[in-house]
């Protein structure tokens, strides 16, 4: 039953690892898309004053969270966890060559706080 309920999450991490893929490259927000009919409006899922950046934050301690419990047999997750920081970083910055799309700096500090929080709480636990 544990290797069963291991490979959802593994799957799950894989396709919320590519869904975050082709939201972040498509020239838009496929997100906005399916829910206002526009392509140029990003949606809120919790009114804040940072605004969308809450979604990025919300979505890297989701994605942090699968990979660490992919991982939970390994020793080493630092591998995965470095992996995750590094394409948080390069899909944000490929935002300036995206057409319709804007690098924005607290959606990069967003999602970076988002994997060093959840890897803290993980350490913490472990503690």
């Known amino acids: 039953m544990k290797n069963n309920v291991l490979k959802l999450v593994k799957y799950l991490y894989y396709f919320s690892f590519l869904a975050l893929l082709i939201m972040y490259l498509f020239p838009g927000s496929l997100i906005g898309y399916f829910f206002y ?62 057409p319709n799309r804007a690098f924005e700096l607290y959606d990069l500090i967003a999602n970076s706080a988002g994997v060093i929080l959840i890897f803290l709480i993980s350490k913490l636990i472990k503690w």
């Open 37 to 98: 009919g526009d392509m140029g409006k990003q949606p809120n899922i919790i009114n804040n004053p940072i605004g969308t950046s809450i979604n990025h934050l919300l979505f890297f301690m989701y994605l942090t969270t699968l990979a660490i419990i992919c991982n939970l047999k390994q020793t080493q997750t630092f591998t995965n966890l470095y992996f995750i920081f590094f394409v948080s970083i390069i899909l944000e910055i490929s935002h300036y060559i995206i």
